[in-house]
């Protein structure tokens, strides 16, 4: 089964777009970086967030409280207009979760250095 | 005709094909198959679709069967989604609700007892409102959810057809959800796994009372007279 999911995590991200998308930091795209935080709407338990919370006073963090935990996705995105749908149809879950989008500014358009 | 969705990452389509294999002709369906042609009722199971690595049953609604799927639906025939299968439902848009981590945070695996709250759908029409079915579950997102109105609007219309039984919620479902129906009465999703529960040798036969219910010649009369 690992196998036939990790050839399907492959393929299912193409399927999603329009066009192959180039390699961002190798051609002279312009495109923006962004994040997105994703998080679990108020008012729905985050069973995560809570058995953090209960561990902190035994680790020695005291007075930490209402610990939620969400996720950061980074990306770059040749159109950023686009990033809202793909927040409401795949990144996020409007019904479970809220999501924010942050847009970093022009990608460098020099690929970084290789390393040594 | 039965057909079981199979999308990459799916597991537990062999044992749905042998439990619908049981009341009637069933074969797979391939996520890239798009013609439906001949099915009468779609199954979606277990598993984890494309690897659930985004949020589970996220990305199978996109898969081209699930086009297909979607039209059947629309067409007021029977759509089972079981376990996964009732996450890619929400996820698509199928049913109402979402599928949240289990609230113990843990793979919880085990046999439940379901309470049949409606015997008004072709999925539970062999069996009686109040009937207890021994069901095994094995799920980590299978909290059920929706905003409390939505959750009103289901339960007036009779849109709750099995509750996990007094003290066994696994997984914190709001109301003790475990299985929803649409409003066309013809998409059905639950965590339990009746395709688990087919045979004697497995420690219980009631799940197969939800396949026998959708091989009765009257499954699908009977969508399309909840749908009118």
Redesign the interface.
């Known amino acids: ?1 690992a196998a ?6 492959t ?2 991200p193409q ?2 777009t329009a066009a192959p998308t180039p390699a961002v930091t190798t051609t002279n795209v312009e495109g923006v970086r962004a994040k997105v935080l994703i998080r679990p709407k108020q008012g ?2 985050d ?2 967030g809570k ?1 953090i919370e209960r561990a902190l006073p035994a680790l020695g963090f005291d007075g930490v409280s209402n610990v939620r935990v969400g996720r950061l996705v980074e990306l770059e995105a040749d159109d950023p207009d686009g990033l809202a749908d793909l927040c409401e149809k ?2 996020a ?1 409007p ?2 979760e809220d999501y924010e989008i942050e847009l970093d500014g022009e990608t460098p358009q020099t690929p970084p250095p290789p390393e040594s | 005709m039965f057909g079981v969705l199979q999308f990459p990452g799916s597991c537990d389509e062999r044992d749905a094909l042998l439990a619908c294999r049981r009341v009637g002709d069933a074969r797979l369906v391939w996520h890239e198959e798009t013609d439906l042609e001949g099915v009468d009722v779609v199954v979606v199971p277990g598993g984890f679709s494309y690897g659930d690595y985004l949020r589970v049953g996220a990305i199978a609604r996109f898969a081209p069967a699930m086009e297909a799927v979607a039209e059947h639906a629309a067409a007021g025939k029977p759509v089972l989604g079981i376990c996964n299968g009732f996450q890619v439902l929400c996820e698509a848009g199928l049913l109402p609700g979402a599928l949240l981590p289990n609230d113990s945070l843990r793979f919880v695996c085990r046999q439940v007892e379901l309470v049949v709250e409606s015997s008004e759908t072709p999925f539970t029409q062999g069996c009686r409102a109040g009937d207890r079915l021994s069901i095994p579950i094995k799920h980590e997102s299978g909290r059920y959810f929706a905003p409390p109105g939505q959750l009103d609007e289901l339960e007036a219309r009779g849109g709750v057809v099995l509750r996990y039984a007094p003290g066994q919620n696994p997984n914190g479902s709001v109301r003790e959800i475990a299985a929803v129906v649409n409003e066309g009465g013809n998409v059905m999703g639950l965590m339990p796994h009746p395709e688990h529960a087919v045979d004697p040798l497995t420690g219980s036969t009631d799940g197969l009372r939800i396949f026998a219910s959708l091989a009765a010649p009257a499954a699908e009369s009977e969508a399309a007279r909840i749908s009118a």
């Open positions: 089964m036939s999911s990790a050839a399907a995590g393929a299912a399927a999603l729905i338990l069973p995560q058995a795949l990144l879950n019904l479970i």
